[in-house]
């Protein structure tokens, strides 16, 4: 999911009708790109250097939480519900930021329709919490380790990517560890993570927005074997439609990730540092120029 949670917004009501809000953001002159299912990220400057930060959305405390459901289930629409914003929240960590789109009062953030305020917290070198965000990024040679496409078509490529140029940058985490591993990325001996910009994967032939074309696109061609589809507005609101707002299955046995081969571009001489022998950087630089049929084909030599 992405960074600025209140403009990810479903696209489609169960009937089948677009929001006003997808309309009036123009989505059918947006951009559509496939929905990777992973856990949400973003880089920005901690300790004067890019850092990958991880999301982590303050929640409510018990009693809170329980006086909003009590309003939520009330049929009092017309009052609205007023936060404590300084008591009701459980703690979070002092490197905690709100994400970009967040309103403020009185100089506190406050929280969205679901009473969450989403955020992030920096990932340091060797988090335990979060190892898998930790595993793609080395700070000493600033990179992340990135799955795009390759520059010839119907081709991907994992390479490093140094994290000056995805700073403001936000990215979806995949792999063994995430999300049940959708893509069957490596294995419990040998995990393996990867970052995936957000609207890295244009999708090529989609649908129109109705939606029985949808749900034909979805369930008769492999471009569709995707989680979900996010349209890219002009106005840089995202616009969200997932196969289970259709009450179609997720994840799928055979993705359209997993379609395609995928080559790894690592030029070590370019980075000064020496990488960990057990790191994914140490792995993938092993690999260099190795060209794989399927994500889930790679192997690394024991």
């Not at 000493?140 to 390759?150: G, M, N, S, T, V």
Request: hydrophobic share 35%; with cysteine; charged share 25%.
């Amino acid at each position: 999911d992405s960074t600025d949670t209140n403009y990810l917004i479903p696209g489609f009501l169960a009937t089948e009708t677009i929001t006003g809000k997808a309309l009036e953001a123009d989505i059918y002159n947006a951009i559509p790109t496939e929905k990777v299912d992973g856990t949400c990220c973003y880089v920005t400057t901690y300790k004067g250097q890019p850092y990958l930060w991880a999301r982590l959305d303050r929640k409510p405390n018990k009693q809170a939480e329980k006086r909003f459901k009590r309003y939520l289930y009330s049929l009092e629409d017309c009052k609205e519900f007023v936060w404590n914003v300084k008591e009701d929240f459980k703690p979070v960590p002092d490197t905690w930021i709100p994400a970009k789109d967040i309103e403020f009062s009185d100089g506190n953030p406050l929280p969205d329709e679901n009473g969450h305020m989403p955020g992030w917290v920096p990932v340091e070198k060797n988090s335990k919490q979060y190892c898998w965000h930790s595993s793609v990024v080395n700070y000493e040679a600033e990179i992340a380790l990135a799955l795009k496409h390759h520059a010839d078509p119907g081709l991907l490529e994992i390479s490093p990517v140094p994290l000056s140029e995805i700073l403001e940058q936000t990215l979806e985490l995949i792999g063994t560890n995430i999300n049940a591993n959708p893509y069957g990325l490596g294995s419990k001996k040998q995990p393996l993570h990867l970052l995936v910009p957000h609207g890295a994967f244009e999708i090529k032939n989609p649908p129109t927005l109705k939606q029985n074309d949808i749900l034909s696109w979805f369930e008769g061609c492999s471009e569709g074997k995707v989680e979900g589809i996010v349209w890219h507005c002009h106005n840089g609101c995202l616009i969200k439609l997932h196969r289970h707002h259709l009450g179609l299955r997720w994840p799928l046995p055979d993705t359209y990730l997993n379609s395609q081969p995928v080559v790894i571009s690592f030029n070590r001489t370019k980075y000064d540092c020496d990488f960990e022998p057990r790191s994914l950087f140490h792995h993938f630089s092993n690999l260099d120029g190795q060209r794989f049929d399927r994500l889930k084909d790679i192997k690394f030599d024991a």
